[in-house]
């Protein structure tokens, strides 16, 4: 799917969005229109429902009259393209959190309110390979361990924990799991967010080496637990800086604080 509209600048440059899908993109949450559309107005800022997408970096192609114009490949998961594409409330909501995903992303502003949805072009120019990132690394690591996200935090000591010696487990499935109690804080609470604060309650975990824990640029996922298997996955209202996040895991309360900066 093609869709065409302007920058919001002096010179109302030509902008393109081309509508990709995959299979390697999870899926939002599986809701109807009456339901999206309960949430879409229910709040004055940000929509509580969530869609995975996958935004490419600008490319300039010529448009009909040969000046160069803006061109973003944004992908989103394939079952959930089906359903942008017959119907329209859905349309309309994904094309207004893509729009608002380009701005953010590269500080530019759009003509939000005039885009077009072309009938004769399924897209703009080639299309080129879209890499989309499932794992997190901070720059120069390739080829390198990861290193242990979640630390341990008791009332006297904060310790890194070490690689776990228990047996393996047998993995439950994120259907089975329980979904833990959780909030989601922001720093300051007024204005501007310079950091997002997840507080996770783990009543049955006791170490922190019983759950996996992996912050993506916009994406917050735990598993893991015994004898209760837990399964978070959550995204974030702003992107966050991976390299700079921190987790501690409090054994006396059993609560999991992750410190994420906002990326400025």
Same mark, same amino acid.
């Given at each position: 799917?093609?869709?065409?509209?302007?920058? !919001?600048?002096?010179?109302?440059?030509?902008? =393109?969005?081309? #509508?990709?899908?995959?299979?390697?993109?999870? !899926?939002?949450?599986?809701?109807?229109?009456?339901? @999206?559309m309960? #949430?879409?107005?229910?709040?004055?800022?940000?929509?509580?429902y969530?869609?995975?997408?996958?935004?490419g970096?600008?490319?300039?192609? %010529?448009?009909?009259?040969?000046?160069? +114009?803006?061109?973003?490949?944004?992908?989103?998961?394939?079952?959930? =393209?089906?359903?942008?594409?017959?119907?329209?409330?859905?349309?309309? =909501?994904?094309?207004?959190?893509i729009?608002?995903?380009?701005?953010?992303?590269?500080?530019?502003?759009?003509?939000?309110?005039?885009?077009?949805?072309?009938?004769?072009?399924? +897209?703009?120019?080639?299309? /080129?390979?879209?890499?989309?990132?499932?794992?997190?690394?901070? %720059?120069?690591?390739?080829?390198?361990?990861?290193?242990? @996200?979640?630390?341990?935090?008791?009332?006297?000591?904060?310790?890194? /924990?070490?690689?776990?010696?228990?047996?393996?487990?047998?993995?439950?499935?994120?259907?089975?799991a329980?979904?833990?109690?959780f909030?989601?804080?922001?720093?300051?609470?007024?204005?501007?967010?310079?950091?997002?604060? !997840?507080?996770?309650? #783990?009543?049955?975990?006791?170490?922190?080496?019983?759950?996996?824990?992996?912050?993506?640029?916009?994406?917050?996922? @735990?598993?893991?637990?015994?004898?209760?298997?837990?399964?978070?996955?959550?995204? @974030?209202?702003?992107?966050?800086?991976?390299? =700079?996040?921190?987790?501690?895991?409090n054994?006396?309360?059993?609560?999991?604080?992750?410190?994420?900066?906002?990326?400025?």
């Amino acid at each position: 799917m093609c869709v065409k509209l302007r920058r !919001a600048t002096e010179d109302h440059g030509k902008v =393109f969005i081309n #509508l990709c899908h995959t299979k390697e993109i999870p !899926a939002p949450e599986d809701i109807d229109e009456k339901r @999206l559309m309960e #949430l879409w107005n229910a709040s004055t800022e940000t929509c509580e429902y969530r869609v995975p997408l996958s935004i490419g970096e600008v490319r300039h192609e %010529p448009d009909k009259s040969g000046q160069p +114009a803006d061109v973003y490949d944004v992908a989103v998961n394939t079952t959930f =393209f089906g359903k942008v594409e017959t119907t329209s409330i859905f349309r309309m =909501f994904v094309i207004d959190v893509i729009m608002q995903g380009i701005e953010d992303k590269f500080h530019i502003e759009l003509e939000k309110e005039d885009y077009v949805i072309m009938k004769n072009r399924k +897209a703009m120019g080639t299309i /080129p390979g879209h890499r989309v990132r499932v794992g997190d690394r901070a %720059p120069g690591s390739e080829g390198k361990p990861a290193v242990p @996200l979640v630390q341990e935090l008791s009332t006297r000591y904060t310790a890194t /924990p070490r690689a776990s010696t228990s047996p393996a487990v047998t993995p439950v499935s994120a259907a089975d799991a329980v979904k833990p109690d959780f909030r989601l804080l922001k720093e300051p609470c007024q204005g501007p967010a310079k950091a997002f604060v !997840a507080q996770i309650k #783990l009543p049955t975990v006791v170490s922190a080496s019983q759950v996996t824990l992996d912050v993506g640029e916009d994406r917050l996922v @735990l598993s893991g637990g015994h004898p209760t298997s837990y399964h978070l996955d959550m995204f @974030l209202p702003s992107c966050v800086a991976q390299s =700079f996040t921190t987790a501690k895991f409090n054994n006396m309360d059993r609560i999991l604080t992750v410190t994420m900066p906002v990326v400025q």
